[in-house]
């Protein structure tokens, strides 16, 4: 299930960077590029389209339009968003677990785990 962003709300709360990171690592923790592009988008905002445009060398009006909610923005946006912002981003690999379970009935399945180490965590 989506959760709305109220812009007003947080562009107020996004004003130092371990406020930001948070926010940027909750965004990706939910694993829905619809929101992880608004919650860009709103950081950006917060520190202002014109620098972010200067920052990145992509247009207000592109970045606007792309880290909307339904923007779908380029890998090399969100590496450029993120890089004038002081982000990156470093991937991580999940593992699958595979362990033997007994069902009530005393019957032996096998149930594959999978044990995500991933930094972002859903909040």
């Known amino acids: 299930m989506k959760r709305e962003l109220h812009e007003n709300d947080l562009l107020e709360q996004l004003n130092d960077a371990e406020?930001?990171?948070v926010f940027i690592e909750k965004a990706f923790a939910r694993r829905d590029a619809d929101y992880i592009a608004k919650a860009l988008g709103?950081?950006?905002k917060s520190k202002g389209m014109s620098?972010?445009?200067e920052k990145t060398g992509i247009s207000k009006e592109q970045l606007s339009e792309s880290l909307s909610e339904n923007g779908n923005p380029t890998l090399k946006t969100?590496?450029?968003v993120l890089?004038?912002?002081g982000f990156g981003i470093k991937p991580y690999r999940r593992e699958a677990?595979?362990?033997i379970q007994t069902t009530a009935s005393g019957?032996?399945?096998p149930v594959v785990y999978v044990n995500d180490p991933s930094p972002f965590k859903e909040p």
């Open 51 to 53: 620098e972010m445009a």
């Open 107 to 109: 019957r032996k399945m």
């Open 42 to 44: 709103l950081a950006a």
């Open 19 to 21: 406020a930001l990171r």
């Open 78 to 80: 969100v590496l450029s």
């Open 97 to 99: 677990i595979r362990v």
């Open 83 to 85: 890089g004038a912002m």
